[in-house]
């Protein structure tokens, strides 16, 4: 007998999802629900998939965090990220908690590295660039800051005033 989908039962069509990505628990039972799947073959289901180690968001979260942090994204994009995933709030901050900050100053570093020379933030304007980017990539402004230094000033063009010119 055929379900939703066109698949034999849950439990190949959550295969058959999770041949193609991960999927948090949440997640997977989301889209099996979706599918058209009643709530307890979606639970009979995630519970074996669990117990055979194909769902783990314990290690989804660490993987998706590794991976984020090194593409260059901060605490409070990993955050997002993970949020999107549909993952635990609690799994999330334990995961976040057990970062290296030292990882974190690091992917900073290189990110600002891959997009800025370094004599260019020594401009005012590019500071600013370069600060926007880390904010928006997730860092801290303290860690930004910290990683920026002060800001440049510009230096005055050598302006004559008009009375100089007569």
């Given at each position: 007998m055929?379900?939703?989908?066109?698949t034999r039962s849950?439990?190949?069509?959550?295969?058959?999802?999770?041949?193609?990505?991960?999927?948090?628990?949440a997640g997977l039972a989301a889209k099996m629900r979706a599918s058209g799947f009643s709530p307890h073959a979606v639970e009979?289901?995630?519970?074996?998939?669990?117990?055979?180690?194909?769902l783990n968001d314990a290690r989804m979260a660490a993987a998706l965090t590794e991976r984020f942090q090194a593409r260059g994204f901060g605490p409070a994009a990993i955050r997002?990220?993970?949020?999107?995933?549909q993952l635990?709030?609690?799994l999330i901050?334990?995961?976040?908690?057990?970062?290296q900050p030292a990882l974190e100053l690091e992917a900073a570093r290189k990110l600002l590295a891959s997009r800025f020379p370094a004599d260019a933030l020594q401009q005012a304007k590019t500071y600013a660039r370069a600060l926007r980017l880390l904010?928006?990539?997730?860092?801290?402004?303290?860690?930004?800051?910290?990683?920026?230094?002060?800001?440049?000033?510009?230096?005055?063009?050598?302006?004559?005033?008009?009375?100089?010119?007569?």
């Open positions: 055929r379900t939703a989908k066109g849950p439990l190949d069509y959550a295969y058959r999802l999770l041949g193609r990505r991960a999927y948090s628990t009979r289901t995630v519970t074996r998939l669990s117990s055979q180690g194909y997002q990220k993970l949020v999107h995933h635990d709030s609690a901050e334990q995961t976040l908690d057990a970062r904010l928006r990539r997730g860092y801290s402004y303290e860690l930004a800051k910290q990683l920026l230094g002060r800001p440049p000033r510009d230096e005055p063009e050598d302006e004559q005033g008009v009375d100089d010119l007569m």
